[in-house]
Nanobody
Framework: QVQLVESGGGLVQPGGSLRLSCAAS????????MGWYRQAPGKERELVAI???????NYADSVKCRFTISGDNAKNTGYLQMNSLKPEDTAVYYC??????????????WGQGTQVTVSS
């Protein structure tokens, strides 16, 4: 199986920055796509950003120009750089990834989430 562990969340003041990490481990052959979702209290889960094996990226309009998604293939780790944070960015952030395991089986994995709180 493929497991994902998020890290880097915490408390930050408005205008500050955080970098989230998503470390993938297990029997990985290839990661086709890695993405970040978030869910704030009382709101639906929403897509924040995704990156595909071809290097394509997509961002929610609310974070475009402030957040940057990237990955390190050698480390099987993805990142979400968050700048100019706003209180409305407060949420639990989840990492997701899919692809093929070393046994050539499709996987679709989710991390358990990391809390990001933006507050004065």
């Amino acid at each position: 199986q493929v497991q994902l562990v998020e890290s880097g969340g915490g408390l930050v003041q408005p205008g500050g920055s955080l970098r989230l990490s998503c470390a993938a481990s297990g029997s990985i052959f290839v990661i086709n796509r890695m993405g970040w979702y978030r869910q704030a209290p009382g709101k639906e889960r929403e897509l924040v950003a995704i990156i595909t094996s071809g290097g394509g990226t997509n961002y929610a309009d609310s974070v475009k120009c402030r957040f940057t998604i990237s990955g390190d293939n050698a480390k099987n780790t993805g990142y979400l750089q968050m700048n100019s944070l706003k209180p409305e960015d407060t949420a639990v952030y989840y990492c997701t990834a899919n692809g093929l395991s070393a046994w050539r089986k499709f996987y679709d994995s989710w991390g358990q989430g990391t809390q990001v709180t933006v507050s004065s």
